[in-house]
């Protein structure tokens, strides 16, 4: 288990009462059951090991890290004898304006959908990272960490039964999401941190269908749309038509933006289905800081985690960058205001020069890595050898609607 935050001497520390200044009011701040972050650290680590193709890096330090979170989160997933499902409870997700439920003894909510779908893509890819290990050194790992079959049946099993809750035909944030009350959004428009705005007046965002940043959302950030519907078809849940877009309307007209992180994960979100929308988040993550749209926070340092967001857009949302078992996959669709878009990249060990424009995308080759490399351009295959260049047309993109 990664720790949420730390104190300024290096420790793990996480505060426990945060100060509302416009009430002057100390309230309980639960955030250390934000059990997620492990999630980031071995997302992290296996896109490591997909872009870079390091096996050794993946028999060492990538499996040994994928193994100890799997097993974290796997302690934390339970078996409901009356559901038949694997329930996460007691946590906190991504969005810092719902820690617990109205009214209840003690914080934590139960079966965040972004905790319990990142928990099975974190199992397969445990399983998978086995896999692609040789053979003595995954033999070594399992008997240095004493891993049994017995452990990763188990992870196989909570990997096809593990709970998600629906709600109005979109995912629901957590269970008892829809018995919450609907915010009126036109007394609060406008209203960053809706958290103080509603303690203020002896209120609780708890209560409401609002939230500060992404959320559900975030599973979307990460993960593109075909793997979310895999992992849900694979737990039972066949999405149905339009879930996804459904689900992104549906949070996003929920939303407040109290973190500039929120607007860097709606601008990834909204890339394919409402360019326009996406640059409008993207513009605003760039000017956060400059304009200060927190009210006061800029006095303390600029927002590094929303900046290197907003060179990601750039690099691989806007490009639609993914690295898979076939190759590396582009399907860009850029916003009218990018005209063109040119970058170095490094993948599997070769540098990769990037030009795109609405019209077309060329990709050429240093003389280096292997001696060939597999690219996957709108669904047309290419071999790209050592020195090569290879240009490829683009489909007219849809117009938002």
């Known amino acids: 288990m990664f720790p949420w935050q730390s104190g300024s001497d ?6 426990r009462f945060h100060l509302n200044p416009r009430s002057g009011r100390w309230t309980p701040d639960h955030t250390h059951l ?3 972050v492990g999630l980031a650290v071995a997302y992290n680590a296996w896109q490591h090991y997909a872009i870079t193709g390091d096996v050794e890096f993946l028999a060492g330090t990538g499996a040994h890290l994928l193994v100890e979170i799997a097993r974290f989160f796997a302690s934390v997933a339970r078996l409901d004898p009356l559901s038949g499902r694997y329930e996460i409870k007691g946590v906190m997700g991504p969005d810092e304006y719902h820690d617990g439920y109205p009214g209840a003894a003690s914080p934590g909510l139960d079966n965040n959908a972004y905790t319990n779908i990142m928990t099975v893509w974190l199992l397969l890819r445990t399983r998978e990272a086995l896999d692609l290990m040789p053979r003595r050194a995954r033999e070594d790992l399992r008997r240095r960490l004493a891993l049994t079959d017995v452990e990763t049946e188990r992870w196989e099993d909570i990997t096809r039964r593990m709970r998600v809750d629906f709600h109005d035909g979109v995912i629901s944030q957590f269970t008892g999401y829809e018995h919450l009350a609907e915010l009126d959004w036109d007394r609060h428009r406008g209203v960053r941190r809706l958290d103080r705005a509603l303690e203020a007046e002896n209120d609780s965002p708890d209560r409401y269908r609002a939230s500060k940043q992404a959320d559900v ?3 979307f950030y990460l993960l593109t749309a075909r793997e979310v519907r895999q992992i849900l078809d694979r737990l039972g849940y066949p999405a149905a038509p339009g879930l996804t877009r459904r689900t992104i309307r549906y949070y996003l007209s929920r939303t407040c933006h109290g ?5 860097v994960v709606h601008a990834w979100v909204l890339a394919r289905s409402d360019r326009t929308g996406s640059w409008r988040f993207f513009t ?3 000017t956060g800081d400059i304009t200060d749209v927190q009210g006061g926070t800029t006095a303390e340092g600029v927002h590094l985690g929303a900046m290197a967001g907003t060179l990601d857009l750039v690099q691989r949302c806007y490009l639609d960058l993914e690295a898979r078992p076939d190759g590396l996959h582009l399907n860009p669709v850029l916003p009218e205001q990018l005209t063109t878009l040119s970058l170095c990249l490094r993948y599997r060990g070769a540098e990769l020069v990037v030009d795109a424009d609405p019209a077309r995308v060329r990709i050429a080759r240093a003389d280096d890595g292997p001696t060939a490399l597999d690219l996957v351009v709108h669904g047309h ?4 050898r050592r020195g090569d260049s290879r240009t490829f047309p683009l489909p007219e993109p849809k117009r938002d609607g």
């Open 10 to 15: 290096g420790r793990d520390e996480t505060q």
């Open 34 to 36: 934000q059990r997620h």
């Open 217 to 219: 959302l975030m599973l």
């Open 259 to 263: 973190s500039t992180l929120s607007a």
């Open 284 to 286: 605003e993550t760039l």
């Open 381 to 384: 295959h290419a071999r790209l």
